[in-house]
């Protein structure tokens, strides 16, 4: 069985999650990709266990990961079982519900009879008892938000998780499920937006409801799914995301994209950075986001970002020199 490195929590930057008592690692670990039923079971351990050895604690998931849908917690599960069993509470561990699940008019959206029996599931794919953290995954218009705030709160009192967010909801969504949300006694703890420097919407109103609401925050897809790294700079590499991915499409990757990610490169390298770290390093800057939810198909992916940490400020010029690239 894996022992963890002694040293994990040595260099790990850990902070507050809006007004709670949580604490959460600057980087956290993304199951969304290369932890399904088509990958290498061997290959996940290894992130996984990389991950806690850098003083990542924090594994977040969702229902329909895979694929196929649910295979990403399955192999969490096992890994829990073989590898973590010893240290199931020095872990956060989170899953979500919203996407499409499972056939038929209850496997998908916001209802209370969804969310409900989906965690339910969840918890028996990963061999848990509870989950740390549950979010409802994207906003359903079709039901009302007092139902799904209901849900989440029964969900919280019931111990199937110790606290709840949501994801994908806008500014205002936001502020309407924190208020139902308060008005039950059970707070949310966190918001998952998308956010990088390609895709900067929060900063139009959401970051401040989440700073007058305390609540914490976690971007997913810090690095424009591999866009903010130097990977396609030459061209799409064989077997590279934008291969074989739905989100990251080789029509994405055009010339003024490319154009932009060779100077933000440049920047990069001044500060002594790749342009993953400092992508990394920019999504915390301010101290606005809680974490930064990180995705890995090896573990030296993880290596690389984590080593963000030795340099996390920015100067003036830095900053104007990263807008003016971009524009």
């Given amino acids: 069985m894996y022992i963890a490195d002694e040293k994990r929590y040595d260099s790990m930057k850990y902070n507050r999650c809006g007004n709670t008592g949580l604490l959460l690692p600057a980087f956290s670990l993304g199951l969304w990709h290369n932890f399904g039923s088509r990958d290498n079971y061997d290959n996940m351990v290894d992130m996984l266990t990389t991950a806690f050895d850098l003083g990542i604690t924090h594994f977040d998931l969702a229902n329909n990961y895979g694929p196929y849908p649910g295979s990403a917690e399955e192999n969490f599960g096992k890994v829990l079982r073989n590898e973590f069993a010893p240290y199931r509470d020095e872990l956060i561990i ?7 699940m499972w056939p038929g008019p209850y496997g998908d959206h916001g209802s209370r009879k969804y969310l409900i029996a989906s965690l339910d599931q969840s918890l028996r794919r990963m061999g848990l008892d509870y989950v740390d953290i549950f979010y409802h995954h994207r906003p359903d218009p079709d039901t009302p938000m007092e139902e799904t705030a209901r849900a989440l709160d029964q969900i919280v009192r019931s111990g199937k998780a110790l606290y709840v967010g949501v994801s994908n909801y806008n500014a205002e969504q936001t502020k309407k499920m924190a208020e139902i949300m308060k008005s039950l006694g059970t707070p949310l703890l966190i918001h998952q937006p998308r956010y ?10 959401l970051q401040d409801v989440l700073a007058e609401e305390g609540i914490g925050s976690i971007s997913f897809c810090p690095l424009a799914q591999g866009l903010l790294t130097n990977k396609y700079i030459h061209g799409i590499p064989e077997g590279s995301r934008a291969t074989k991915s739905v989100f990251l499409t080789p ?33 915390l800057r301010g101290g606005r986001l809680t ?23 920015f100067t003036a010029d830095e900053l104007n020199a990263i807008e003016a690239a971009l524009k």
């Fill in 291 to 313: 974490s930064v939810l990180l995705g890995a198909s090896k573990a030296s992916q993880l290596v690389e970002n984590v080593g963000s940490l030795k340099n996390l400020d």
């Fill in 251 to 283: 029509d994405r990757i055009k010339d003024d994209v490319i154009a932009k990610v060779v100077k933000l490169n440049e920047i990069a390298e001044n500060r002594g950075q790749s342009l993953a770290q400092m992508a990394c390093a920019w999504n």
């Fill in 196 to 205: 990088n420097m390609f895709e900067r919407w929060i900063e139009n109103g």
């Fill in 94 to 100: 989170s899953t979500k519900a919203g996407y499409g």
